[in-house]
């Protein structure tokens, strides 16, 4: 029987908290040098090579710049991120990782499987991230702080500087405030924030979704099949930030009393329209996020998808092993 790692805990067990501060703030150091740790970028282009890529520090990087995503680059700031694999993964070498504990039916209509996402070189590629920040934590961590650097000291350059967003968990639930405290509590010295999405509650002991005593990490709530909703509007109304994904129309108007109506939340909760950017997270206060069903979503009946209309829909998708067709194909080759 395979072994099933939870990701987090796999980093969390064999690294030291010093050790990942350290390679966060010597990425930092990197490149306010100007010098790019090309020695730490060679081994993660090994992981890379594994997965049918190739080789050469030069062509990779681990985090995802916000030109290069169609969402992050509508936002008002540059919204950069980490985009890993989701759910159970089986990386090469036949390890298992689950990196969303607390995944439920929103597995099987991930948004990120669709569209060029569906792409099995997209697929490989996020399984070759994973296994490099499983493989080699501390050079990933030092990269990644690098490359955000890098591009906070451009946007100091700019005659039109942009705030930057950093968000560590794209495609995961991976739990970065406590892989990197730095995150929520140096947060490049104020100048980037971070922002994300989680299912796991412990979110509700939050001060309003903030992890830390600084304004730089904060969380939304995702609501799914599994949500207690009595929980989650307790939290909204305490100040924190839910998230919602209903089956209205992309481009219509938010149906906000819908919304608060299926909540139970009064009138003055404001309801987000998240569908134009992330960045409705780092509204402080009170609020929910409303997100249109995308992709397989639009057409597939799910749990996670609120009809708000009837409530929940009631008909399961089914789960898979996001690289098992990769993986397949590697075994006939």
Known sequence: MTTTY????????????KQRHAAYLTGIEYANDGQRPT?????????????????????IT????????????????????????????????GRCFESCPNRGACTGLCVLK?????????????????HMLVDQTLAFITCMAYEQQRCLIRQWRSDKPRD?????????????????????????DGWITSLGYTKDEAIFD???????????????????????????????LGGGNA????????????????????LALPSWVPVHDTDKSDETILIRG????????????????????????????????????PNAVYLKQKAKA
């Open 164 to 188: 930057v967003i950093f968000r560590p968990k794209i495609n995961d639930d991976i739990s970065w405030h406590l892989i990197l405290p730095a995150l929520a509590e140096h947060g490049w």
């Open 6 to 17: 939870n990701t987090t805990d796999w980093i969390l067990g064999r690294t030291t908290p």
């Open 206 to 236: 939050t001060i309003d979704g903030w992890h830390g005593e600084q304004f730089y990490f904060r969380e939304s709530y995702s609501i799914s099949e599994k949500s207690d909703l009595d929980k989650v509007r307790r939290f909204v």
């Open 62 to 93: 681990v985090s995802t710049m916000g030109p290069d995503n169609k969402k992050t680059a509508l936002a008002v700031a540059i919204e950069n991120g980490l985009t890993t694999q989701s759910a159970l993964t089986r990386l090469i070498d």
């Open 286 to 321: 009170a609020g929910v996020n409303a997100l249109t069903a995308k992709g397989k979503a639009r057409t597939t009946r799910s749990k996670f998808v609120v009809d708000l209309k009837g409530g929940v829909q009631s008909i399961p998708v089914s789960v898979r092993i």
């Open 243 to 262: 998230t919602i994904v209903h089956n209205g129309k992309t481009g219509d108007p938010v149906p906000a009393d819908a919304i608060r109506d299926y």
């Open 114 to 130: 669709n569209g060029n996402g569906a792409y099995p070189a997209t697929q490989r590629a996020r399984d070759a991230k994973l």
């Open 39 to 59: 020695w730490l970028y060679e081994p993660l282009s090994d992981i890379r090579a594994m997965y049918g890529f190739m080789p050469g520090q030069e062509r």
